[in-house]
């Protein structure tokens, strides 16, 4: 007979109990929020999935998050082809290919905050290179009044930050690629199409399913950044869900909604993620039968 | 098909070569005939795959041209070249099925779908691969891989030449018996001109009607294997082919007797007093242990029995020597003479071989007994 022991548990214990108070704890405080309200004095009294209930009904929610999917879709659409184009351009080799890794790394390195002021500062009208020179020229461009100048400077600021990230990983799995593919894309006569098609975007496939996920789950979460860039305006036109979310729960103090907020849009990120990574494992695997 | 001259041919992968060592590829001039099948054989790193892909146009020469035929293609694409190559691992488009993989070069080249269909299949067949045609190639072995590989390498009928850089590495013992006899049917089947780089000399040997060897950027000598055996033009073929390699024993030459380290030996023709770095080369299979006294003296430090024959590790004088005796052959004791077989011993002056006088004027006692 073999004897079971369950003592090697114990070990596990210290790792349970820095998750507990690091994630699980704080995570029950929200939920606990969620679901009762509060007239002020610390006295809480229990309100089920009322919160829930308004949140999901609530138009303001519902526009958040419509502005969300466009943003998100839209730095997606723009940073995964422009990051795959880049990487295919870069040096392979030498000194160039250091000095061209250390420039796009440049915006990787800079904090969020930063570069929200950057573009600030670059896109106003008085003082901004940008900003002062495209009403220079006649070019009706202010972020702080008009929607459409305040959404195209967000995203540029979104690409110029995060394209980085993709480029890198890109460039990453090209390299990966052994010269033999190259050569012999020569020998059969493929194609520059071909050479993409068939043996560097298929080499590619691994990076660019992380590559994706980490701009999706990113994106999703923006803060920072239009924050201090439009700090949602003008109006709510860039008020994303997680501004929406600090300006229900830290502006107006409602911490019931926002509390189900959060519980909502956590599931949601996850959720998309998930759905996500399925779907690009499965395309994978089907790939290898 | 073509004939592919090499004219003053060398490469450097450096920007500005000097000194000769500066070269990988050392200048060459060379014919490789059209319709015949080579081996290019030489230790890693000493210029095969260099040249192979000056061939195939991956690599443009630093210095020289190379014609097809009559035609310079020096500064030709690789796909102006028309030629196939198959590399030393397994290169599959891993998305494509099979088929598609086979297809590919043909499809590249706007060759009409029905011949397509049928050129496929026909490969398919020879490299066993039709079962599994529709299948995706990520998912296969690496033998199964390179063995695709290998069919894109065969499937185009028209092209100039077919290049194999060490193409079964990656493949197990049994299946690269196979895959090399099927290739050699191939070729006289297709009559293509095949040069085949590998560092494996029963792989050379097999294959290719005439062996190039290379060393050190340099091509030492190109013959039949039988020549290769028999009269090794530079002491590296000597010691690289043949297993184990050829004896070299460092002597001094006065005309047609050989003195090595105090022995004088018989060479049956006459070398005049060479020069330099003077060796002369037996191989073990031409040694034999002589009963009367005559010949080097010897300890014997090993033996071992591969089955069909008996390699006895000798010493002489601190050089070491070895004998290929029959399975059955008694092994002397300790200490033996060994004699060599006069007809195949060489010699090499920094080097390279040298060829002997032979002599008419007065038969030395050494020569009458041949």
Known sequence: MKTVNQKAWFLVLPVLLLVGFSAVIPLMTVVNYSVQDTFGNNVFYWVGLEWFEEILHSERMHNALGRQVIFTTVIMLIEIPLGIFISLHMPKKGVWASVCLVLIALPLLIPWNVVGTIWQIFGRIDIGLLGHSLNALGIDYNYVQNATAAWITIIIMDVWHWTSLVVLLCYAGLQAIPDAYYQAAKIDQASRWNVFRYIELPKMMGVLLIASLLRFMDSFMIYTEPFVLTGGGPGNVTTFLSIDLVKMAIGQFDLGPAAAFSLIYFLTILLISWVFYTIMTNIDKREGM | ???????????????????????????????????????????????????????????????????????????????????????????VYDTMTVKQNLAFPLKNRGVDAQYIETRVNEIAQMIGMQDVLNNKAQGLTADAKQKISLGRGMVREDVNAILFDEPLTVIDPHMKWELRTQLKALHQQLEHTMIYVTHDQTEALTFADKVV????????????????????????????????????????????TAIINGTSIELGADYNNPTGKVEIGVRPEFCSFSDDGSGLMVSITRVEDIGRHKIVRTQFAGIELNVIAASSARIPADTCHIKFDLSAINVYVDGWRVEGQQRKRQQTKGEAAL
Not at chain 2, 17 to 45: C, F, I, M, R, T
Not at chain 2, 214 to 219: I, L, P, R
Not at chain 2, 221 to 237: C, Y
Request: proline share 7%; with cysteine.
């Open chain 2, 213 to 256: 060897v290379m060393y050190d950027g340099k091509v030492v000598q190109i013959g039949t294997p039988k020549q290769l055996f028999e009269q090794p033009e530079h002491t590296f073929v000597g010691y690289f082919i043949g297993s184990p390699g050829m004896n070299l024993l460092p002597a001094k030459i006065e005309g047609s």
């Open chain 2, 1 to 91: 098909m073509a004939k592919i001259t090499l004219s003053n041919l060398a490469h450097s992968y450096l920007p500005n070569p000097q000194k000769d060592a500066d070269y990988a590829l050392k200048k060459l001039n060379h014919v490789w005939e059209d319709g015949a099948a080579y081996a290019l054989l030489g230790p890693s790193g000493c210029g095969k795959s260099t040249l192979l892909n000056i061939i195939s146009g991956l690599l443009s020469p630093s210095e020289g041209q190379i014609f097809f035929n009559e035609q310079d293609v020096t500064q030709a694409d690789t796909a102006d070249r028309n030629i196939a190559q198959v590399f030393q691992f397994p290169v």
